[in-house]
């Protein structure tokens, strides 16, 4: 029993920490920092203002995870970020197909604890910034209201991922706020006054059938008329959560001070809508219904934005300049709202595509004025027309992957962050070997001893044909089948085709202007075909000679007296594409941008979500041979100008890939890189996947050495990326890796094998 008379004024219990870096804001951003920087040694702090991690991710606020991938609706094929963040993903799809947010949270705390290296602190704020000097940070001050605790956190490096960038903003870094003028940086899209210098918040709502009548009964600071809201007529029962993003409010407000005026608003008109739908009478089928849950924390999209050594624009992104020190990239749209967003007579938002992925430079993430202060999330140096594509989640936890590294090599060398941009070769390739995709970095780690070994199979899969399946596919769009080829001519295509009536259909073979792009812009060669009615068997023979490997699109245009055979067959690096609408991302079939805001036009050919998306069935006149064994050394670890990957042949009853060194090597750690899909954007929340698995992924294999032990035998496997750490080294010449078949229609694929 304690009994304290007092009378003097007290003051909290201060603790003291010490680390190596600080990382402040606990959303996907934070968290993949944290972890990336962990698992390389440094001891970290990350600093969290609420009681759960995840941010806009989290069950608090409920927004799926977006990037590159765009909800499979643009053209940047095999996009997904990699590293941590598809570690995440993968594991969220595995365990949580149905997208419960709560599972999510469960996920990210679970993650974030095994990692000994991470202290973290929920339901703390940082409110103080404490400096070495005018341009060094020392420290931060956060408080806790559960354990009314103020921590004292100091370290030689820190990491801002708030969102609203405190610690950056307490230390005086530059940043801006609102949207550049058109000519400020030349961006033609740059918005005007009147549509808008700040995107808003938004605040979702879930709903449930109870099974029995419900009432409602709306608060009195509900929305009472909905005709305030220029869109109501589109609200419906089934669209609920992020579906629901238009629900934004707060782009003529300053987003940051006013926050909880417009977290009220925003509740104001959730309880509007949810008022109308139950008692409108417009909604017989809501009957029994409840309302299940409202957000408390509206999820932000925008506010200040630092400056970095390197702002990203509009030309950066639509462009798809190269950035010497790429570290990361981009592929979302750009995608800006109308600042009076949901009360806007203006759509929801104003989406415009490049043609696929774009650099993120190291210079653009961390501050050109504070020496020891990283950025990320969507924070970045980055314009506000650029940002309109920066500023999703999926692109944000890439970038904070990149500047984990960073701190690492910062730590190891004593280095600034800026002194670390010295060394960008160095820290491309130590992403690399963490699993992180960067647009034309191939690895080259010389430790890595796969670089130096004789690698063989036991066989590799030739592509001869994908069989016809006994189904059909009218041309209700178009279709495409991307095809990898190599140096020379394609062999002779036969394929069948199914007519109505007689008809013809235009067959294109079809490349793509950007390196490594794959929008389908550059007509190599045109054919009309004439059909009869019924069966019709095509031969397809092209003159192109190609200089290297890349990919083609063999292109149908759409003819709905048409119809191509299926196969069953799934492949890795293979997909059939098609002309078709994706609303969620303002896809149309077709990008045509008025003249004068400075983006492309071209069409949209997207895949199709499994169970759907079977290959159209075709023959190769000669086996087209690009999935050879020595791929998984090639330097990329994924479709990325050719499928990269070793696939046995499908009668191969006991696929493996052997590693030869003429002495022996000695061998700590064996990393290997599977097929989960590159393509499936994976969203976290409110989706319904229909896979917990990806079908190409490799579930069982088994490792030996020279003298046949078994070093590692893995079942159950689902993740793209296994790290092999051995309890003892193993000196050998040799290492097989025996793999089984994912399924009977799927070969065994390997990405790449690493051996440390």
């Known amino acids: 029993m304690i009994v304290n008379e007092g009378g003097n004024a007290r003051e909290l219990y201060t603790e003291h920490i010490q680390a190596d870096l600080v990382i402040t804001g606990g959303g996907i951003s934070g968290v993949c920092c944290a972890i990336t920087a962990a698992r390389e040694g440094l001891k970290v702090v990350l600093i969290q203002d609420r009681p759960v991690l995840g941010g806009n991710a989290s069950s608090e606020v409920r927004l799926w995870i977006l990037g590159a991938t765009s909800h499979m609706g643009n053209n940047n094929r095999w996009a997904r970020e990699g590293g941590v963040i598809d570690e995440l993903l993968v594991e969220n799809t595995y365990r949580n197909p149905e997208g419960n947010p709560i599972i999510f949270d469960s996920i990210l705390l679970e993650k974030v604890s095994e990692e000994k290296n991470i202290h973290l602190l929920l339901n703390t704020a940082v409110y103080e910034v404490m400096k070495k000097d005018a341009d060094t940070i020392s420290g931060v001050k956060g408080y806790c209201s559960i354990n009314q605790t103020v921590y004292h956190v100091r370290a030689p490096l820190f990491c801002d991922a708030s969102g609203d960038g405190i610690v ?159 570290v990361s990239y981009g592929g979302w749209s750009i995608d800006l709202h109308p600042a009076d967003g949901v009360f806007s007579e203006l759509p929801g938002c104003n989406q415009w595509h490049s043609k696929g992925i774009y650099d993120i430079p190291y210079r653009s993430l961390y501050s050109r004025n504070i020496r020891n202060l990283f950025l990320t999330g969507r924070i970045i140096s980055a314009s506000h027309v650029a940002f309109g594509s ?94 990898p080829v190599s140096p020379g001519k394609l062999p002779l295509i036969r394929l069948h085709l199914h007519a109505k009536e007689r008809t013809s259909v235009p067959v294109q073979l079809v490349g793509s202007s950007r390196v490594a792009g794959y929008t389908p812009d550059t007509i190599l060669e045109e054919k009309l075909l004439q059909l009869e009615p019924g069966r019709n068997c095509i031969e397809l023979e092209w003159n192109t000679a190609f200089t290297k490997r890349q990919y083609v699109f063999l292109l149908f245009r759409k003819n709905p007296g048409v119809s191509a055979y299926l196969s069953d067959a799934r492949l890795t690096g293979v997909l059939s594409l098609f002309q078709a609408e994706n609303k969620a991302v303002s896809n149309t079939g077709e990008q045509t941008p008025p ?162």
């Open 168 to 326: 950056a903003f307490l230390a005086g870094a530059a940043f801006r706020m609102g949207a550049e003028s058109k000519e400020e940086f030349g961006e033609k899209f740059a918005p005007s006054r009147e549509y808008g210098e700040l995107l808003g918040h938004t605040i979702y709502f879930y709903s449930k059938d109870t099974g029995r009548p419900v009432q409602f009964t709306p608060p009195s600071f509900a929305l009472k008329d909905i005709e305030d809201i220029p869109r109501y007529k589109t609200f419906n029962l089934k669209d609920q959560g992020c579906k629901l993003w238009w629900i934004e409010y707060g782009g003529r407000l300053d987003t940051i001070k006013e926050a909880e005026k417009i977290k009220w608003e925003l509740w104001r008109i959730v309880y509007g809508v949810w008022n109308y739908i139950k008692n409108s009478g417009n909604f017989p089928e809501a009957a029994n219904y409840t309302l299940e849950w409202v957000g408390t924390i509206p999820g932000k999209r925008e506010s200040r934005r630092f400056e970095g050594d390197y702002i990203l624009t509009q030309q950066d992104v639509v462009e798809q300049r190269h950035q010497e020190d790429a």
């Open 390 to 483: 920066t500023r999703v989640m999926g692109t944000a936890a890439n970038n904070a992957q990149a500047v984990a590294m960073a701190a690492v090599m910062a730590t190891e060398k004593n280095l600034l962050p800026r002194e670390v941009g010295q060394q960008i070769p160095a820290l491309q390739q130590r992403l690399l070997r963490s699993g992180q995709f960067i647009p034309g970095v191939k690895n080259m780690d010389m430790e890595d001893l796969v670089s130096k070994a004789t690698i063989t199979a036991s066989s590799e899969y030739a592509l001869t044909e994908l069989p016809e399946n006994g189904n059909t596919l009218p041309f209700d769009v178009g279709m495409a089948q991307m095809l």
């Open 595 to 756: 003249e004068d805001i400075g983006v492309d036009a071209f069409e949209f050919w997207t895949p199709k979500r499994r169970p759907e998306g079977w290959n159209m069935a075709l023959r190769f006149a000669e086996p087209v041979h690009t999935f050879s064994a020595e791929n998984i050394c090639n330097g990329y670890a994924r479709p990325y100008l050719a499928p990269n990957a070793w696939v046995a042949a499908k009668e191969d009853a006991t696929p493996f890939v052997m590693l030869t060194w003429e002495q022996e090597v000695r061998i700590s750690s064996i990393q290997l890189s599977f097929d989960t899909d590159f393509d499936h954007p994976m969203e976290s929340v409110l989706m319904h996947h229909p896979e917990k698995e990806m079908p190409f992924c490799i579930r069982n294999y088994y490792i030996y050495d020279g003298r046949g032990n078994l070093l590692r035998e893995v079942k159950g496997n689902y993740q793209t990326r296994n790290t092999i750490t051995l309890e003892e080294p193993v000196l050998t010449d040799t290492i097989v890796v025996r793999c089984e078949h994912p399924s009977d229609r799927v070969p065994a694929a390997i990405f790449e094998i690493r051996c440390y």
